[in-house]
Every structure is written in structure tokens, then in C-alpha cells.
């Protein structure tokens, strides 16, 4: 009698098993592929039907084929309430985080950065060295410039946020006093230049604050102009100038107060009658809202 090796009689009842057991699981992964056929041919477009369609065909066949898929359940069920996938919210508020260090108020920081570097240069050596105040105009010039385009930039790419708002006046403000204080300790401008033009700034500032209720002062041409006329003689003035070019810098200056003086009676102007058509029509709308 020929015998057969229970090795062969194992294998032969083994592979009927496996078959038995692979035929109950492909109709799991059948019914999972039917869904997600199913799913995919019912529209073409890439709705919320068509994708929980998807969605949950994978997962009914998964389920049968005996797979597991760690967290879908949560994250299929969350899309599928219309929530936000976990985590979602820590992702946006890193990104809101990060919009602050724009180019816009990057250009701020470095203006804010450049008025101790300003100073540094200009009262090196005893502040009278041409070399030295070269330097310092160099810087000064740096920041006046990069004024011109940090606010172009913030609102034509919306990049407006609640730091630059506050740090871009006081940067301003920061160089152009640390500048004007410089010369006049130093001899080279009067103190009453200095406290005309830092006076209207601090007072116009504070003023702006006070009516803000009532609406907002807009810049005017003339504040430009002021702002640049400003900026060329206080440079003229860090630079070591002589002869005409000295006489020169001293008209420019005069300029400047003169533009100092008349735009910032201006702004008072403007100032009174915002808050005047504030205050009436507070009052209309009270009298309206009790009629």
C-alpha cells in the first residue's frame, strides 16, 4: 500500500482551509470595491455625497476584510458633521501667528532697530566727525526710505495687523526725534526747531487718539509734503555740510517748520469739525431711536 506522508495529507486539508477562509474574506474586499466603484460612477462631480461615498465604501470594505484604519472613524465623522479635522484650529491660529512677520512690519522692525544704531554713529567721536556722521545719515536715510514702503506695501498686499498699526508711528516718530534731539545737543540746530516739530507730532498723535470715536483724520498732502521736506533737512543737517550747501540745509528747514506749524493747525481743524458731526449725529440717532 502506497502511503502518503502526513506532511502531504496536512498541506492538502490546509490549503482547503486557506481557500475556505479566502473565499469569506474576498467578498468583504468585493462589497468594499462595489462601494467605491458604486461611489465613484454615481456623479462625476467631487461633492460631499460622492466623497462620504468613497469614504465610507473603503471603509465597509476594510471593516469586512477584517482591517482596521487608526482615527478615520473620528476624522470621517468630524468632515462628515461639518466640523473642522482635529487639529485644524492649532494649524490656524499658527498661521495668524506667523502673518505678523510680514515684510511690512519686518521693514517697521528694522527702522526700530536703526534708531540706537542712529545715535550710536552720531554722537561717536564727539558727533563731529564727518566719517562718523556719514554713517548716521546712511542710517537715517535707511529708515526715511524704508517709511515710504512699509505702509504701500501693508495695504496693497493686506497685510495690515494690529503690530504694525502701533509700531510703524512710534518707529516714525522714534528716528525723526532721535534725530532732531542729537543736533540740537549737539549745537547744530536750535531747541526751538526741535520742540516745534516734536510738539506737533506728540500733540497730533494724542489728538488723532481723542477723536477716534468719532472717526478717523485722514493724512494729507500737506502732511506728506511735511513729512518729506522733514526728512531732507534733518538729513542735510546729520551730514557735514559747508558754504552754500549749509545755507541751503537752513531754508529747507525753515520750510519744514513753516509746513510743521500750518498742517498741524490743519489737523486741529479737521480734528473740531469730526468731532462736531460726531456729536450731531449721536444726536440725531438718539432722537430718532426715542421718536
Known amino acids: 500500500m502506497t502511503g502518503v506522508p502526513a506532511s502531504a495529507a496536512g498541506g492538502s486539508s490546509g490549503a482547503r482551509r486557506a481557500a475556505a477562509s479566502a473565499s469569506t474574506a474576498v467578498p468583504g474586499k468585493v462589497a468594499g470595491a462595489a462601494a467605491a466603484r458604486s461611489a465613484d460612477g454615481a456623479a462625476p462631480s467631487t461633492g460631499p ?32 458633521d461639518g466640523k473642522a479635522p482635529r487639529g485644524a484650529k492649532i494649524a490656524a491660529a499658527a498661521v495668524n501667528q506667523a502673518s505678523v512677520w510680514n515684510i511690512a512690519n519686518l521693514l517697521t522692525m528694522l ?3 536703526l534708531v540706537p544704531a542712529f545715535v550710536a554713529l552720531m554722537l561717536a567721536d564727539g558727533g563731529y566727525d564727518p566719517a562718523w556722521r556719514s554713517l548716521a545719515w546712511a542710517a ?14 501693508a495695504r496693497t498686499y493686506n497685510l495690515v495687523t494690529d503690530f504694525g498699526k502701533i509700531a ?14 542729537c543736533l540740537s545737543a ?22 488723532r487718539f481723542l477723536v ?10 500737506g502732511g506728506k509734503l511735511k513729512t518729506l521736506t522733514q526728512g531732507v533737512a534733518v538729513g542735510m543737517y546729520v551730514l557735514a555740510l559747508t558754504g552754500w550747501l549749509a545755507t541751503l540745509r537752513w531754508w529747507v528747514m525753515a520750510a519744514a517748520v513753516v509746513l510743521t506749524v500750518v498742517t498741524g493747525l490743519d489737523y486741529v481743524k479737521q480734528a473740531i469739525v469730526l468731532r462736531r458731526q460726531g456729536i450731531a449725529e449721536r444726536k440725531a440717532a438718539l432722537e430718532e431711536k426715542e421718536a
Open 111 to 113: 527702522r526700530l532697530l
Open 168 to 181: 510703524d508711528p512710534i518707529a516714525d516718530k522714534a528716528i525723526m526725534g532721535a534725530a532732531l534731539i
Open 212 to 221: 477716534i470715536r468719532y472717526g478717523v483724520i485722514p493724512a494729507s498732502r
Open 186 to 207: 549737539l549745537g547744530d540746530l536750535p531747541w526751538w526747531v526741535t520742540g516745534i516739530i516734536l510738539g506737533r507730532e506728540l500733540g497730533i498723535t494724542l489728538l
Open 49 to 80: 455625497g460622492a466623497s462620504s461615498g468613497v469614504r465610507h465604501g473603503g471603509t465597509a470594505g476594510a471593516a469586512a476584510a477584517g482591517e482596521t484604519v487608526p482615527g478615520e472613524d473620528a476624522g470621517l465623522d468630524a468632515q462628515d
Open 140 to 153: 537715517f536715510a535707511i529708515a526715511m526710505i524704508t517709511d515710504l514702503f512699509d505702509g504701500h506695501l
